[in-house]
């Protein structure tokens, strides 16, 4: 049995259940002997986002199942199905920040789209500032290159400080996966050591009505933190440009 097969039949094992729903497909994008397995893949994708949305499962646990479902997936079927080699020499890579286009999956017919799908892009030595999140989750793959990544849990939410508790600083590659939501790894920043790095976001917004927005980001001063008691820290909330000035370029 060859590599590439098992890969097939682990992914297709995990899907097990979850019908082929006809698909809307980019031809040139998805054609190959592994195509059933990604409309599987994109199928499972769409229900995730729409369950999440709709409030059917709980942000923590589409963190899990949408990493799970993605770390089956060879990287080069991801990178197939948005067409990111097309799309790589089209986005202009800022010099103190990241460069952001859309990278759309494949719709699937019968499914609600209710998420959002883009390409982040840096030039070695750039940054995604640190920041925190409301109302929504994202999961993050990286294409090429390599990142710093670091992710804090907001522990409280203060006037103008957010305390935080440091949960990964790992060096990131291609096929890493991480997340974020309201409930877990909800600071994170990313810096692009090995440039030009590019990452794959997948985002689902406005999970709670009530709040009356779809989304916010709230930027932190995480290196100009005060330590507190149980290694927590005091993060200094700022303003995007101030973020963009201590952050966006090493």
Request: charged letters at 25%.
């Amino acid at each position: 049995m060859t590599q590439r097969s098992t890969r097939r039949e682990v992914l297709l094992q995990a899907l097990t259940g979850y019908a082929l729903i006809p698909m809307l497909l980019r031809q040139d994008a998805l054609a190959g002997p592994v195509r059933k397995e990604v409309q599987a893949w994109l199928s499972r994708t769409h229900q995730l986002c729409s369950d999440v949305h709709d409030r059917k499962l709980e942000p923590r646990e589409w963190q899990q199942q949408v990493e799970a479902l993605f770390a089956r997936v060879p990287l080069s079927e991801l990178v197939r199905a948005i067409d990111a080699d097309r799309l790589k020499p089209g986005l202009e890579l800022p010099d103190d920040r990241a460069g952001a286009m859309s990278a759309p999956l494949p719709r699937v017919e019968g499914l609600p789209r209710v998420f959002g799908t883009k390409l982040f892009g840096l030039a070695q030595g750039r940054a995604i500032v640190p920041h925190g999140h409301q109302n929504m989750v994202s999961m993050h793959v990286v294409l090429a290159g390599e990142f710093h990544l670091r992710h804090f849990e907001r522990v409280e939410s203060q006037p103008k400080h957010l305390v935080l508790r440091p949960s990964i600083d790992r060096v990131s590659g291609p096929g890493d996966l991480s997340s974020i939501s309201d409930q877990h790894g909800n600071v994170h920043g990313l810096v692009a050591t090995k440039g030009p790095a590019y990452t794959f976001d997948l985002i689902v917004d406005r999970l709670d009505p009530a709040l009356g927005f779809a989304w916010k980001l709230d930027y932190v001063d995480v290196d100009g933190a005060e330590p507190l008691a149980g290694g927590l820290l005091r993060a200094r909330r700022i303003e995007f440009e101030e973020a963009v000035r201590r952050y966006g370029k090493t």
